[in-house]
């Protein structure tokens, strides 16, 4: 992605003017019960069990002209923008790979995170989300059709209000197939973020910020978990947890993010066969431009030899 060297940064040893705030003082126990209100309804007016995937989804593919496949996932605040390219002979390989490699990069925009101003190098972060995307594709796609070679998929985050790397997979996804690569089936993701004995549905950023934090009670359960999954074949292509949860509640959490998974498909397949019918449709006007085009031509050529032989 094309970096921004004009943009003037701020001094490394700034202080955000978010920590003079109130809500920056504010404790545990009262961030979690800001959370939820008094109708058990989150800040956004969605349920404990309810994602934005249903309500608030927006995709769609092309966004990139320079790409062979793009995709833009919106989930209301969580903004994210996917593109990827042509396979390419692997850089820098001494041995001759049986599986095609598949080179994932995630950046955040600077602007994108609420809390922290991100810099132009990378961070731990932004790598570790890189090798969890990786992780989710590789079981997605067939790489045994382009040995040696490799395909670049880079993920640039343009807002982050939660399940980020969730939306991040979403995206490729879609831009994987709009990149007309093959792959075993389509693959969703959703994350879940559990605080106690609440578990919040596609969690928004303070809520995930919350659920990471440590408890001041010993043994409870919190932490953030996200998984990705073909929904089509039953099968989980990558799970990724953060914090301390026991058995029963991350098998419980998995059966709710195997169902939000399968709930995302139809979306993700009514954006596909759009896709292919715009395609038809703009094949269809050029078609129909170039008959016209050549239909000018033909009368303009019979006008030229009608002088030729009146002369």
Not at 226 to 251: A, P, R
Not at 259 to 265: D, N, P
Request: net charge negative; with cysteine.
């Amino acid at each position: 992605m094309p970096l921004d060297y004009r943009r003037f940064n701020g001094p490394e040893d700034s202080i955000p003017y978010k920590r003079f705030t109130k809500d920056y003082l504010k404790t545990y126990d009262e961030l979690y019960s800001d959370l939820v209100g008094e109708n058990e309804l989150r800040k956004d007016g969605r349920a404990m069990d309810e994602s934005r995937s249903m309500c608030m989804f927006f995709a769609r593919t092309d966004m990139v002209s320079q790409a062979k496949g793009s995709s833009y996932v919106e989930l209301k605040k969580t903004k994210v923008v996917c593109s990827v390219f042509d396979p390419r002979e692997i850089p820098h390989q001494n041995e001759f790979s049986q599986l095609g490699q598949i080179f994932c990069e995630v950046k955040f925009a600077p602007f994108s995170c609420p809390r922290q101003r991100r810099p132009h190098a990378p961070d731990a972060e932004e790598k570790a989300l890189s090798v969890a995307l990786r992780q989710a594709l590789e079981p997605a796609v067939c790489r045994h059709l382009f040995p040696n070679y490799q395909i670049d998929v880079f993920v640039y985050i343009l807002e982050h209000d939660g399940a980020c790397l969730a939306a991040a997979i979403n995206a490729a996804g879609l831009a994987l197939a709009d990149a007309a690569v093959p792959m075993y089936d389509i693959i969703t993701a959703c994350s879940i973020a559990i605080i106690g004995d609440r578990m919040f549905t596609d969690p928004t950023e303070s809520e995930e910020n919350i659920a990471t934090m440590s408890p001041p009670t010993e043994g409870k359960n919190h932490g953030v978990i996200t998984m990705s999954m073909l929904s089509e074949l039953k099968q989980i292509s990558d799970f990724i947890q953060i914090g301390s949860m026991d058995v029963e509640c991350v098998t419980k959490a998995m059966e709710v993010l195997e169902k939000e998974c399968e709930k995302i498909v139809p979306n993700m397949q009514r954006i596909l066969v759009l896709n292919v019918v715009h395609c038809f449709e703009r094949r269809k006007k050029l078609e129909e431009e170039a008959k016209e085009r050549e239909a000018a031509l033909d009368a303009k050529m019979a006008e030229w030899k009608a002088l030729l032989n009146a002369g």
